[in-house]
């Protein structure tokens, strides 16, 4: 079983930045596909960003592309969003996933995924 910790979230005003981290535990590989999703009050889980396993490979929801940029370091077996000229429509709940690889492709259906963490919140204000 891999267990996925996020951390970094808080209060920003809007034009901030803030890195979100999503530390990964349980499994020595560090062949997985990873990816950020987040959730508003009253509304679905979306899709923010992916990444492949090596970190060659990226891909961004239109709503973040050029704002967020997603990483992985995998000898601290971390992946890492970095949010750049927040919105207040970035306010949400922000969740990362885990899905071991067997391509070097990257994931952007929730429902693909196998591991996720327990969300940390994100707070825009204008």
């Known amino acids: 079983q891999v267990q996925l910790v996020e951390s970094g979230g808080g209060l920003v005003q809007a034009g901030g930045s803030l890195r979100l981290s999503c530390a990964a535990s349980?499994?020595?590989?560090?062949?997985?596909?990873m990816g950020w999703f987040r959730q508003a009050p009253g509304k679905e889980r979306e899709f923010v960003a992916a990444?492949?396993?090596?970190?060659?490979?990226?891909y961004y929801a239109d709503s973040v592309k050029g704002r967020f940029t997603i990483s992985r370091d995998n000898a601290k077996n971390t992946v890492y969003l970095q949010m750049n000229t927040l919105k207040p429509e970035d306010t949400a709940v922000y969740y990362c996933?885990?899905?071991?690889?067997?391509?070097?492709?990257?994931?952007?259906?929730?429902?693909?995924?196998?591991?996720w963490g327990q969300g940390t919140q994100v707070t825009v204000s204008s």
């Open positions: 349980g499994r020595s590989s560090s062949y997985y596909a």
């Open positions: 996933a885990a899905k071991r690889a067997s391509t070097g492709g990257v994931i952007l259906l929730p429902k693909e995924y196998e591991y």
């Open positions: 990444i492949n396993w090596s970190g060659g490979t990226t």
